[in-house]
């Protein structure tokens, strides 16, 4: 840490500025989004989840200590990993292996596991329908995938999606929420339950004072001042440009389970009064 260089920081796209300030990355929704998901799956502490990009281990650990399950967190990057492991220790959860694997193969038999979470994984997928039949592979027939995918409510200008592109580093082309009706639309996956969330709008002074917190960190403290004033700009552009951006987003909660092969389509359909 302490000889980073300001050039270093200015080459760093946002996830690796997370490797270096360990911001926690939530699943949109946070911990409500992880309570939704324990209540909607009727998983038990007998039960195997396998969890998708982890990042820095929010999903498992609330998970785990909501319901001490078999949890299973895998993510491709290995510095996220060394923090959830570190997390997992501090927080004493057990019954978590973690794994470094990419959800295109994952390293799992058929039908392995209860409940497979992949929370705002699939948007960064440039191939969305091999990462998801992946999902489907290693989940049992009688199990659930949880899947928490974000998606533009308002039209997005094209800088904005330049912008944000390079700050992550993936080349986003803009879905909305029938493109995830659609992706869903699969023969023999149910559609067992959706629930939609928009973002809200943070004001400036939240962001800033959230900025400055997360800089104030013990672990930064050993780092040159003009290395930490360039990670301080260029962090605080970033958490700018994401507001701009979510506040155009939503997200959904969506149950979906592998239909049972046997039986005859369902005729006298319903829909839910609201
Ligand atoms: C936006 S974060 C996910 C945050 C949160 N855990 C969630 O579920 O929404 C995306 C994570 O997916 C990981 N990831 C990206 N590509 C992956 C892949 N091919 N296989 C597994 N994990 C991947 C990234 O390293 C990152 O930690």
Redesign the pocket.
Known sequence: MKDLTPKQIKDMDY?ELIGITKET????GGRKTVFEIVNRTCIDRHSKVLE????TG??AIELSKLIPCYITS????EI?LKETRKRAIKEKVENLKLLK????KLPFDDESFDLV?????LS??SNKEQ?FNECRRVCKKSGFIVA?PMYYIVKPFNKLIKEVSEAIQVNISPLFEKDWDKFFDIPNLEVYYTKKFKFDYIMDKEVKSFVENILDRAHLKEMRKDTLNTLYKKYKDYMYLFRDNLSKMGFSIILLSNKMVWEDKELYTSKEIK
């Not at 895998?74 to 990057?77: P, S």
């Open positions: 996830n990355n939530r699943i949109p998708i990009g982890t990042s929010f999903t895998i993510d491709i990057n996220s694997a990419d959800v295109n979470i992949i929370g705002n994984v960064l997928m990462a928490v």
